[in-house]
T-cell receptor, first 114, second 114 residues
Framework: AQSVTQLGSHVSVSEGALVLLRCNYS??????LFWYVQYPNQGLQLLLK??????LVKGINGFEAEFKKSETSFHLTKPSAHMSDAAEYFC????????????FGGGTRLMVKP | ETGVTQSPTHLIKTRGQQVTLRCSSQ?????VSWYQQALGQGPQFIFQ???????GRGNFPPRFSGLQFPNYSSELNVNALELDDSALYLC?????????????FGSGTQLSVL
């Protein structure tokens, strides 16, 4: 069975600081991994996905994530936070395909201080 | 803008009633998934339809049912509503097998059960 754990339900950083959002997964097969962002009163937008190609995945808005099999992790980073990055971020895993049956973590709310 | 539209945006129902939520998929997408997102939590997979047939289901009771139509639009039906059914219901469409396969989410229907 697949599962996702996001460490830290709330993360606060200063504008311009490094953003690090943590995600650990459990999967019985090589997984597909995703990061989504959700702004208030909106649906989910895909930031990036890992599908067994390069372990360092670059996404939109300057975000990237590194797949580490030995640590079963897929942490999301961004070198310099912007005020517009304030949102809820969800890590997700799928064992059956990039468009199928995602299991989401509980989410991390990112706050950016001026 | 993902091209996935959901209606209505907000809905208030009473415990025991039935509700139907609707989703129009992105043009050409033949797969639709439904997710339930309770307040402060990550989305949970309800079920998925591919070419009008259910081909995956999460841990939800039978009173949650769905339909997918020939034009790939979809409905989520919930019978005998319970207070815990209050949540944001998200629809997502995809086209499996494509090189850039991913889920496109709508903005959701906020259901309140009183």
């Amino acid at each position: 069975a697949q599962s996702v754990t996001q460490l830290g339900s709330h993360v606060s950083v200063s504008e311009g600081a490094l953003v690090l959002l943590r995600c650990n997964y459990s999967s019985s097969v090589p997984p597909y991994l995703f990061w989504y962002v959700q702004y208030p009163n909106q649906g989910l937008q895909l930031l990036l996905k890992y599908t067994s190609a390069a372990t360092l995945v670059k996404g939109i808005n300057g975000f990237e994530a590194e797949f580490k099999k030995s640590e079963t992790s897929f942490h999301l980073t961004k070198p310099s936070a912007h005020m517009s990055d304030a949102a809820e971020y969800f890590c997700a895993v799928s064992e059956s395909g990039a468009g199928n049956m995602l299991t989401f973590g509980g989410g991390t709310r990112l706050m950016v201080k001026p | 803008e993902t091209g996935v539209t959901q209606s209505p945006t907000h809905l208030i129902k009473t415990r025991g009633q039935q509700v139907t939520l609707r989703c129009s998929s992105q043009s050409g997408h033949n797969t639709v998934s439904w997710y339930q997102q309770a307040l402060g939590q990550g989305p949970q997979f309800i079920f998925q339809y591919y070419r009008e047939e259910e081909n995956g289901r999460g841990n939800f009771p039978p009173r949650f049912s769905g339909l997918q139509f020939p034009n790939y639009s979809s409905e989520l039906n919930v019978n005998a509503l319970e207070l815990d059914d209050s949540a944001l219901y998200l629809c997502a469409s995809s086209l499996p097998g494509t090189t850039n396969e991913k889920l496109f989410f709508g903005s959701g229907t906020q259901l309140s059960v009183l």
